[in-house]
């Protein structure tokens, strides 16, 4: 259903919006209006434009020519403050948190007075995250927090802010189901308050659900717009690829080939790790996509960390990894790489790249730490082949290899994380969310990939929770709960319902 | 020195050798319940040895050398004087028994009546499998030169590793030992390259012996004690794995005071060991035992027993099992035989021999 705009006029307008980055389009006479009390979703491949429009009107980039209009006056923001004290807040995709500061310091950041009561803080935090239903303890430290508690706090402070506009990056990502539908419920509660609420999102059925109105972005241009009566799941991906991909998207397997299992390369026996970890025991084989499937705190992250050296498994009693039968424990991930195990890591802007390196010196490092690199010194040229190579195999889209990560779009991102993993030559990759902030296009790339290396003969492990994702591309799926694998399934066999029903129960 | 210190921080840690873990049972090893769901054939006493015998499905029962027909009767053939440890067949209608009480005899075929009281100068003692080369030719295992096959729970909880594989010459009764010290060898197949697969049960693993005597792990880590591998179609070969792995029984192994007391004051039937069946006494070690504290299962008691057959393909790599999980009671299976209607298995702790569609 769309909004009525009171009076016809909506509270942000964009008329003619074009950004320029080194004077290439990011987007291009993009028209875009948001109604008071709107759900509008925005959606598009990744590059396609949506957080350049979106950070326009949260101040943290200005347009290049055009007009943003709030209601009906004409503005422009320079600074993120700026649009805030305007009553526009952005909840940013990667977490913009202060790890080093709990909860409550966070939601309060900026609004210290000179003498502040911590109990009086903590207390109004605690009973403010309650009103939201979000089960965040405001004494934690940010950087104890798990990736979807992160966004919880995010969520939190933009609402505490009281924003008119309120814009969502990707902000059921990291979301297990049951604290999606208490986002959705919050995000309802803020319509009913008059607050605009801009929903960017590559899970298309979240969009159809919840927006009132949808714009498409292609290749930095609004390709289509209008109520979300008027779009069903197959027009969007074709607006957003100019392409059907529905069919193509999840059965990347081709006619449903279950690969049958190589030699077993990785037997996890009896691991542990604190409370996170318990007695978890699972085989990894050669040749085969290895699903695995957990909420978030169902330990699959951590177990994954401890077995290619992120973490450390308990000092006593830490049960077993053993690498083509012989016990391995590594104390740091580059010993796990050079054994040929490889982590892609569900949180690749803190730990998946140098943001501020180009993609170039991203892939050479990577080689390096691998040894994989031919020379002592480095030798520009092979960095250059190197980067070409890869780019071409991931199809990685940027002005050239020397452009900055950061400049990336998040699928971009992405390939140049896997091209990291992939240059060290490793005998089993273990992917943590990846395709988690990707949109449709790169992650049927992604997708195709994995099953690539599989194919080779690579032991392949994904760790998702999405369950599409999971139940399409694997050729068996675990499922983890409390710290430890609790059942597994063929893809014939496994259903949402008993894959979620053994996660949760 | 270093090696004591390291062990001493190994008992401490639960690391290293003193780590007490185990194989998952998962992949193609994940448990079904094909075995307890399988069409019940015959219900018999310990049944073992399932072999095809000119046409016919042989088994051993204790001393009985039964058939059981297509209609699901049996048929008393032979009764020996010890109990049958095993049986295998050749296509010229060659029979081989091996009997406990440390002799292999043939009938049949062009060797019919010979009597094998040693092989060489190797005393029979524990005979657990064997197969035919070619009618002149055959590879016997023999599992250990302490405890004769009925001791097996006794040969494990003492570390017995003094079983071979020897290949004799039926003609001139002459025998060549292929591999010795070998930790409980109790099932042997012929690779279609003229290598031999065997089963070393202690060890958890399948070895492959070459023809030019190289002994190379093929199958390792297993979660259980594998017995006889049984051809099948294509390069496919039959593994019967006769007992779980559980932390409880390898904690037992490490526990040396403790396991030497139970091995010396206690009735075999009540150590803390692998059993082929479910517990038929309140006496038994209990299994399955667990406590729900805090919405969570702490098992404190692991099953002992289990039903498993697995099919590996020409390299060693498991890609079927069929189960009968702790909750069945088609346990111990100790032999299997493919045949056009399905796999036929005898569970020798569950007293059944049952048919399961493969």
Same mark, same amino acid.
């Not at chain 2, 009618?135 to 250990?144: G, Q």
């Not at chain 2, 030019?212 to 093929?218: L, Q, Y």
């Not at chain 2, 496919?236 to 091995?263: G, S």
């Given at each position: 259903m769309s909004v009525e705009m009171i009076d016809g006029q909506p509270l942000v307008e964009m008329r003619s919006a074009t950004k320029e980055y080194r004077g290439v389009p990011a987007i291009r006479n993009v028209d875009f209006r948001l109604a008071p009390g709107e759900v509008h979703a925005l959606l598009g491949e990744n590059g396609a434009g949506k957080s350049t429009l979106t950070k326009i009107m949260a101040g943290v980039t200005e347009l290049t020519s055009g007009e943003m209009l709030l209601n009906g006056q004409s503005v422009s923001f320079s600074t993120p403050g700026e649009a805030l004290e305007n009553g526009i807040a952005m909840v940013f995709q990667e977490t913009s948190l202060v790890p080093s500061m709990t909860v409550a310091q966070n939601l309060y950041l900026g609004e210290e007075k000179l003498f502040n009561r911590l109990r009086g803080i903590y207390i109004a935090a605690q009973q403010f995250m309650q009103s939201l239903n979000f089960d965040v303890d405001p004494w934690a430290d940010v950087a104890t927090l798990g990736a979807a508690k992160k966004q919880m706090v995010e969520i939190a402070r933009a609402v505490r802010q009281q924003a008119r506009v309120i814009i969502f990056d990707e902000p059921t990502a990291t979301l297990t189901p049951e604290e999606k539908r208490h986002f959705f419920n919050l995000v309802k509660q803020l319509t009913r308050r008059g607050v605009a609420v801009i929903f960017i999102s590559h899970a298309l059925e979240e969009a159809l659900a919840i927006a009132d109105s949808i714009s498409v972005l292609r290749d930095g241009e609004l390709v289509a717009t209008g109520p979300t009566g008027e779009f069903d799941r197959n027009s969007i991906v074709q607006a957003m690829v100019g392409r059907t991909l529905s069919e193509e998207l999840y059965h990347s397997h081709g006619e449903d080939i279950v690969r049958r299992p190589g030699k077993k390369v990785l037997s996890v026996q009896n691991l542990s790790m604190s409370k996170v970890v318990k007695n978890n025991s699972f085989s990894v084989y050669n040749g085969q996509i290895t699903g695995i499937f957990g909420l978030i705190g169902s330990g699959r992250t951590e177990a994954a960390k401890v077995i290619s050296g992120v973490l450390k498994r308990d000092f006593f009693h830490g049960g077993e990894v053993r690498l083509n039968n012989k016990p391995v424990r590594y104390r740091t991930p580059r010993r796990a790489v050079k054994d040929g195990i490889v982590y892609v890591t569900e949180d690749r802007k803190i730990e998946g790249f140098f943001e501020n390196m180009s993609i170039a010196d991203n892939i050479h490092r990577a080689a390096q730490a691998a040894n994989v690199s031919s020379s002592f010194f480095v030798s520009f040229s092979e960095v250059k082949e190197m980067a070409a190579e890869w780019s071409k195999k991931l199809n990685i889209k940027a002005i050239n290899s020397n452009a900055r990560v950061i400049e990336l779009s998040g699928g971009n991102q992405q390939k140049v994380v896997i091209a990291r993993a992939l240059v060290q030559k490793p005998k089993i990759v273990i992917f943590d969310e990846p395709t988690r902030g990707v949109d449709v296009g790169a992650i049927a790339e992604i997708h195709q990939l994995i099953n690539e290396l599989a194919d080779q003969g690579i032991a392949v492990v994904v760790i998702s929770s999405y369950l599409p994702e999971i139940m399409n591309i694997s050729d068996r799926i675990l499922v983890s709960r409390a710290g430890r694998i609790v059942e597994e399934f063929s893809p014939e066999e496994a259903t949402e319902e008993r894959i979620m029903f053994a996660a949760v129960h | 020195m270093g090696n004591v210190f390291t062990r001493y921080i190994d008992r401490l840690r639960g690391s290293g050798d003193a780590a007490i873990t185990l194989p998952p049972m998962d992949g193609a090893l994940r448990p079904n319940n094909r075995i307890e769901e399988a069409e019940l054939l015959v219900s018999t006493e310990a049944p073992d040895n399932l072999v095809l015998h000119d046409g016919k499905v042989l088994f051993s029962s204790d001393k009985s050398l039964r058939s059981l027909t297509a209609d699901g009767q049996v048929e008393e053939l032979d009764a020996t004087d010890s109990t049958i440890e095993f049986l295998t067949s050749h296509p010229s209608g060659a029979l081989a028994i091996g009997l406990?009480?440390?002799?292999?005899?043939?009938?049949?075929?062009?060797?019919?009546?010979?009597?094998?009281?040693?092989?060489?100068?190797?005393?029979?003692?524990?005979?657990?499998?064997?197969?035919?080369?070619?009618?002149?030719?055959?590879?016997?295992?023999?599992?250990?030169?302490q405890h004769a096959m009925g001791e097996w729970k006794r040969d494990l909880m003492t570390f017995g590793a003094t079983g071979s594989v020897m290949k004799i010459d039926l003609r001139t009764e002459e025998a060549i030992c292929i591999a010795q010290n070998l930790a409980f060898p109790s099932g042997v197949a012929l690779k279609p390259d003229?290598?031999?697969?065997?089963? !070393?049960?202690? $060890?958890?693993? %399948?070895?492959? #012996?070459?023809?030019?005597?190289? @002994?190379? /792990?093929?199958?390792?880590?297993?979660?259980?004690?594998?017995?006889?591998?049984?051809?099948?179609?294509?390069?496919?070969?039959?593994?019967?794995?006769?007992?779980?792995?559980?932390?409880?029984?390898?904690?037992?192994?490490?526990?040396? !005071?403790?396991? $030497?007391?139970? %091995?010396?004051? #206690?009735?075999?039937?009540?150590? @803390?060991? /692998?059993?082929l069946h479910y517990p038929n006494s309140y006496l038994e070690p209990m299994q399955g035992g667990g406590l729900k504290q805090l919405g969570e299962l702490k098992p404190w008691a692991p099953s002992r027993s289990i039903g498993l057959v697995v099919r590996l393909d020409g390299e060693g790599t498991p890609w079927e099992s069929l189960h009968s999980r702790a909750d069945g009671r088609r346990h111990g299976v100790t032999s299997c035989l493919p045949t056009d209607e399905g796999l036929v298995i005898a569970s020798k702790g569950g007293d059944a021999i049952v048919r399961a569609i493969t």
């Open positions: - | 406990g009480a440390g002799r292999i005899e043939i009938r049949g075929g062009p060797h019919d009546g010979k009597r094998l009281l040693a092989l060489g100068q190797t005393p029979i003692v524990a005979p657990s499998a064997a197969v035919f080369v070619d009618s002149d030719t055959l590879l016997i295992c023999l599992a250990s030169r003229g290598g031999i697969l065997v089963s !070393e049960s202690w $060890k958890h693993r %399948v070895l492959s #012996i070459a023809e030019d005597g190289k @002994i190379t /792990p093929v199958l390792d880590e297993l979660p259980g004690y594998p017995s006889r591998l049984v051809p099948g179609a294509g390069n496919d070969i039959w593994m019967c794995v006769f007992a779980p792995r559980t932390q409880l029984i390898e904690f037992v192994l490490r526990e040396n !005071e403790y396991r $030497k007391r139970m %091995v010396a004051e #206690i009735d075999p039937e009540y150590w @803390i060991a /692998p059993s």
